[in-house]
């Protein structure tokens, strides 16, 4: 059972140029999840999606970023214009169908794409 | 805000001893509490995780415990070993959902 899948594992983008990173959910799992993680820090949640929606992108910057989870293929994280402040390793997690309403999932990770902006 | 505390930001040990790292949460409403193991360039792999109807859970070396009138929950390493030597992160939820995660608790086990 393949567990969730992220490419490019390093992705390099100049100042200004658009980076797209790519996200597998493990099969059967129907949520996604994009954490940032800064150097020497935790994780911070950006976005949650399920199939063609975007449940919840409070911690996603309201400029140059965006993402989504399409019907088919890979839920995919769009940052345009990068900026060196963006340099960092982003995290994506999948989840299965909720337990209960009132109960929270267990978010399994994938290995990550580091962003670096020169 | 949702805010998690997590205690000490760095932890060396004598292989064979304990480790306790500590959480602390805000949010009264959360419900799960996973803690996720991260090695250098890795990815955060779940260890343990306990839900707010349980006290405590225990899997062979590592052990978690919550104290729900307190707010605060903690991670128990015993016998560790080198291979434990890692940066360990606490979570508590916002809503059904979030996932607010601590700093996170560098761990060194000295041979």
């Known amino acids: 059972n393949a567990g969730v899948m992220q490419n490019p594992r390093h992705l390099v983008r100049r100042r200004g140029q658009e980076a797209r990173l790519r996200c597998s959910p493990m099969k059967g799992h129907s949520h996604v999840y994009w954490y940032r993680q800064l150097p020497e820090e935790g994780l911070k949640f950006m976005v949650y999606l399920q199939k063609e929606n975007i449940i919840d992108e409070s911690g996603m910057p309201k400029e140059r970023f965006s993402a989504e989870f399409p019907k088919e293929g890979p839920s995919i994280l769009r940052i345009q214009q990068v900026v060196r402040g963006d340099s960092a390793a982003y995290f994506c997690?999948?989840?299965?169908?909720?337990?209960?309403?009132?109960?929270?999932?267990?978010?399994?990770f994938g290995p990550g794409t580091r962003l670096t902006v020169l | 805000g949702e805010n998690v505390e997590q205690h000490p930001s760095t932890l060396s040990v004598q292989e064979g001893d304990s480790a306790v790292i500590k959480c602390t949460y805000s949010?009264?409403?959360?419900?799960?509490f996973p803690w996720y193991k991260q090695e250098l360039g890795k990815r955060p792999q779940l260890i343990i995780d306990i839900r707010s109807n349980v006290g405590e859970k225990k899997d062979q070396r590592i052990a978690v415990t919550l104290n729900k009138t307190a707010k605060h929950f903690s991670l128990h390493i015993t016998e560790t070993q080198p291979e434990d030597s890692a940066v360990y992160f606490c979570?508590?939820?916002?809503?059904?959902?979030?996932?607010?995660f601590g700093t996170g608790t560098r761990l060194k086990v000295l041979a």
């Open positions: 949010d009264s409403a959360s419900n799960y």
């Open positions: 997690a999948s989840s299965p169908l909720f337990l209960a309403e009132e109960s929270t999932d267990t978010q399994y």
């Open positions: 979570a508590g939820t916002s809503g059904t959902y979030k996932y607010i």
